[in-house]
């Protein structure tokens, strides 16, 4: 399956399915599936580098929360890779939650990947991507407008 | 129809740049998608999910777009603008549903992008209106005229759309979602048969803030919500959702279609480890970044600030004397209008449901003329309410003769609200493509049976809701009489049930009566159950109260006798 990454430099590591890694987690290369407990990653994700979340199908979205969990809660900052039903119409929501690298055969996939932080130049909502939501831009606006700020 | 309107200031909340920015955007990888899909790139089953939460489903005969009314408010100039669209894209009219949402029901695929850019141009879109994600929210359709508003919903609605919109965890869930929010003790949006409902109330303190209900639904399995939170402050609702969604997202049932919504999530795991879950994942949340600063939460909620009503008299003569004079107009001012916040203003139903049409159907000239009445008589501003009508919300007394006048003209005068015509109805079997039976053709049957308003207004409130399929789209559970159609190889039969309600504090899933009857006898059904409660009533007994009082015996015996 390619590897799609936005930086170009996806890891090469073979990551252990989680049942096995558990038994040597040391290996810093770790796939789950989206029913595992990310929240079991807490002590390690310092040492991880790469963890693969699975979409068993493109519709079934929970690793979208495992990933927002790694991020936001555990701090894990190495790569997060996304397989399984990847298609390139979810990269908007995949790199928001914090994917970065992604197993997909679709065609035309890498070049959706480079113009997809930029299919959407306004956000409503806080995520992993450190894009400040409309929300927010309003309220500074609003405070360079304001005499009294 | 006039070609120039004057500029006219709205009181609900107006779109910036950031807003249209966002919405352009949409429509803009909407229309790839769309020629994607026509070069055969995506196949159907990728592309349904793209399509879906853009509004556009594959039904019977053609797509049908589902427009978002968000809380079901809308300017003149919007109602005009989807009069155009209905007229430019489709046939010329379009079906107001439950949810408060349009829908368009011959739309085709290539115009669907130029129809969603048309909507854009009045700050309109149809996203997330299908799709298993955060639906449309709903609110109550008086929010912001209400005689009994603790606080205008839409506020929260519009925080609560703009959060959920493009929710990039949120976007995959198990099954739809759907939330909505009254500001009144007396429930008009029915909050306890929504996977959240939230209700605004003041405590002992003075502090306003939400009751959290969840995992209420209709459907196939109706159940009435759980409340997880008593009281949640407002200015953490945001967080207090986000948490809800993400166990539901994590937890929630994928191995089967229908078991998938939140209700039977909590229904599984009980309420109390619901709350568990929840109140968790909360407290890790909380004080981040989805806190409501107060700046947000004014700023949203000034767009909202009532209109500016000029003082009008409260008592008029020329209304006293018509409704001597005119019997029909004394009726309407029974049925179609109710007490408004402000002495001197009332709110105005129009009624999308005369005597043996559609409900909920309104042709493109009635909507410009809606639109019309409502820039002469009410601000500007009209909205959908979910039992399919269309308010008026601020309406002068003084000029209720001349409003009823003109939505007589539009054929919207029928003085039955809340009556036994003012039936919900889905599309049911002439355009949905999940449906076991027909709907509207039923809901036709009854409504031109009981066309006589004098013997409407004598049998008083009575709520018929009439689902095509156990999907229940028109919310048969919580009809006073419910009507679920069903398929018994292959013949079209209809289930009775009585006693559902969705008032608050009496919310109630009705109960079947007995056998399914064959569509030529739903209405001597019904006319055998309201003569059954014509001579059980008591004083100012309502249908659903006497039932309650009675019990379904008598009823079922009489209407077993007459079919």
Redesign the interface.
């Known amino acids: 399956m390619p590897l799609f990454s936005e930086t170009g430099s996806a890891t090469i590591l073979e990551p252990l399915p989680f049942a096995e890694w558990q038994q040597r987690p040391a290996w810093p290369a770790v796939s789950l599936a989206n029913t595992d407990p990310v929240e079991d990653l807490a002590p390690h994700v310092g040492r991880l580098r790469l963890i693969v979340l699975s979409f068993p199908k493109?519709?079934?979205?929970?690793a979208?929360?495992?990933a927002?969990l790694l991020r936001g809660?555990l701090g894990y900052a190495g790569e997060l890779r996304a397989t399984g039903g990847v298609?390139q119409?979810?990269l908007?929501?995949?790199?928001?939650?914090g994917f970065d690298s992604f197993e997909s055969d679709q065609?035309?996939f890498g070049e959706a990947l480079a113009k997809a932080r930029t299919?959407?130049?306004?956000?409503?909502?806080?995520?992993e991507d450190d894009r400040a939501p409309?929300?927010l831009?309003?309220?500074s606006r609003?405070k360079v407008l304001s005499p009294r700020a | 129809m006039p070609d120039t309107h004057f500029y006219r200031p709205t009181h609900f909340y107006q779109y910036?740049d950031?807003?249209r920015?966002?919405v352009s955007?949409?429509v803009e990888?909407f229309r790839d998608?769309v020629r994607r899909r026509i070069a055969g790139?995506l196949t159907e089953e990728?592309f349904k999910?793209?399509r879906l939460t853009n509004g556009l489903y594959l039904q019977l005969h053609a797509y049908m777009l589902r427009i978002a009314i968000p809380y079901g408010t809308l300017s003149s100039r919007q109602l005009r603008k989807l009069a155009d669209i209905s007229r430019k894209y489709d046939r010329g009219y379009g079906h107001f549903t439950t949810r408060q949402n349009l829908q368009l029901n011959w739309i085709k695929l290539e115009d669907a992008p130029d129809a969603l850019a048309a909507l854009a141009e009045v700050d309109m879109h149809a996203m997330q209106t299908s799709g298993?994600c955060i639906r449309n929210v709903t609110a109550d359709h008086y929010a912001g005229a209400a005689i009994d508003e603790i606080e205008d919903p839409r506020i929260w609605c519009e925080i609560v759309r703009?959060?959920?919109?493009?929710?990039?965890?949120?976007?995959?869930?198990p099954r739809k979602f759907k939330i909505a929010i009254t500001g009144s003790p007396n429930d008009r949006a029915a909050v306890r048969v929504h996977d959240i409902g939230l209700r605004l109330w003041a405590n002992e303190a003075g502090d306003v803030g939400f009751e959290v209900i969840v995992g209420g639904g209709l459907g196939r399995t109706p159940m009435i919500g759980k409340t997880l939170r008593e009281f949640l402050p407002r200015d953490e609702l945001?967080a207090y959702l986000e948490a809800t969604l993400?166990v539901y997202?994590?937890y929630g049932r994928?191995d089967n279609l229908y078991k998938a919504r939140i209700k039977i999530l909590v229904h599984e795991i009980g309420a109390e480890k619901m709350r568990e879950e929840v109140e968790a994942e909360y407290a890790?949340i909380k004080d981040?970044?989805?806190k409501l600063?107060a700046?947000?939460i004014e700023?949203i909620a000034r767009q909202f600030a009532p209109p500016p009503l000029p003082h009008r008299p409260a008592v008029v003569a020329e209304v006293e004397g018509l409704k001597l004079d005119d019997r029909e107009f004394a009726l309407w001012l029974k049925s179609n209008v109710a007490p408004h916040r402000m002495a001197g203003y009332r709110i105005v139903t129009a009624s999308l449901k005369p005597a043996g049409a559609p409900p909920g159907d309104a042709s493109a000239v009635q909507m410009e003329g809606v639109a019309d009445i409502a820039d002469a008589y009410s601000q500007g501003e009209i909205r959908v309410s979910h039992e399919q009508n269309l308010i008026l919300p601020h309406v002068a007394v003084e000029d209720l003769p001349a409003v009823w006048r003109a939505l007589g003209r539009l054929g919207f005068a029928e003085a039955n609200v809340g009556k036994i015509t003012d039936i919900i109805a889905c599309p049911g079997l002439d355009y949905c493509a999940l449906a076991n039976a027909r709907s509207i053709p039923v809901a036709q049957r009854i409504s031109n049976h009981f066309a006589e308003l004098a013997r409407q207004h004598d049998i008083g409130d009575l709520k018929i809701k009439i689902s095509g399929c156990i999907n229940a789209c028109g919310h048969h559970h919580v009809g006073h009489i419910g009507i679920l159609g069903v398929d018994k190889n292959g013949v079209e039969l209809y289930q009775l049930s009585l006693g559902g309600d969705v008032d608050f504090g009496k919310t109630a899933i009705g109960a079947i009566l007995g056998p399914a009857v064959t569509a030529d006898k739903v209405v001597e059904a019904v006319d055998a159950m309201v003569a059954t409660y014509l001579d059980n009533r008591g004083d100012g007994e309502r249908f659903v109260d006497t039932y309650r009082r009675i019990g379904a015996q008598p009823f079922k015996e009489r209407v077993y006798a007459a079919v």
């Open positions: 493109f519709s079934d979205g929970r979208y929360s495992q927002r809660r298609l119409d979810q908007p929501f995949m790199l928001r939650c065609k035309g299919l959407f130049s306004v956000v409503y909502q806080p995520a409309a929300s831009l309003r309220l609003h | 910036d950031y807003d920015t966002l955007e949409r990888q998608q790139e990728q999910p793209l298993n703009q959060w959920s919109t493009l929710h990039p965890e949120f976007s995959f869930l945001l993400r997202n994590r994928r890790a981040g970044a989805l600063p700046e947000t700023a």
